[in-house]
């Protein structure tokens, strides 16, 4: 399904692919060769999302943008780039050639720059940013800038940064 939020409407390249129970709303810019698969939602909400080219962003994958006049917090995915099932990712930027697993959550402000990956169940918090090329093992937490990467039992301490 693709519809406008407002007068926002999707704008979709040509070469795309959108699967038919795909959600796509609003101020939302997908790039040529990109496929969007069933049951991903891509939705923007006062503020946009850009998917570079060739990017695929796979099942039951959530991609959001929100804002309003304090806040904005705009989604850019670079080229080149995967999101797997089940991944969250709201607010942030990610950028050419990252890999985000299944079931991986990426919030606001966060950034992942070029070539950085997050494994299955991986968590970069807000604001956190993950250097180029590094990247996040299986169900670890990333938080601060420049991130720090700790294991699951070490999750409430980036909760109380």
């Not at 699967?19 to 006062?46: M, N």
């Not at 970069?124 to 993950?130: F, G, P």
């Not at 700790?150 to 940064?161: C, D, L, Q, R, Y």
């Amino acid at each position: 399904m693709i519809f406008s939020s407002g007068t926002k409407r999707p704008k979709i390249h040509s070469s795309a692919y959108v699967a038919p129970s795909a959600t796509i709303g609003g101020d939302v810019t997908i790039g040529a060769e990109c496929a969007v698969l069933h049951g991903a939602v891509v939705t923007s909400e006062g503020a946009p999302i850009t998917i570079g080219a060739h990017c695929v962003v796979m099942e039951n994958a959530v991609l959001k943008a929100s804002g309003g006049t304090a806040l904005q917090y705009p989604l850019a995915i670079g080229e080149r780039c995967i999101v797997g099932p089940h991944a969250y990712i709201v607010g942030a930027t990610i950028g050419d050639g990252c890999f985000v697993a299944g079931g991986a959550k990426i919030f606001n402000g966060a950034t992942l720059e070029k070539g950085s990956g997050v494994a299955l169940g991986g968590i970069v918090h807000v604001k956190a940013r993950l250097k180029a090329g590094d990247s996040i093992p299986m169900l670890h937490v990333a938080y601060g800038d420049p991130a720090t990467i700790v294991p699951p039992e070490k999750a409430p301490e980036a909760h109380s940064k």
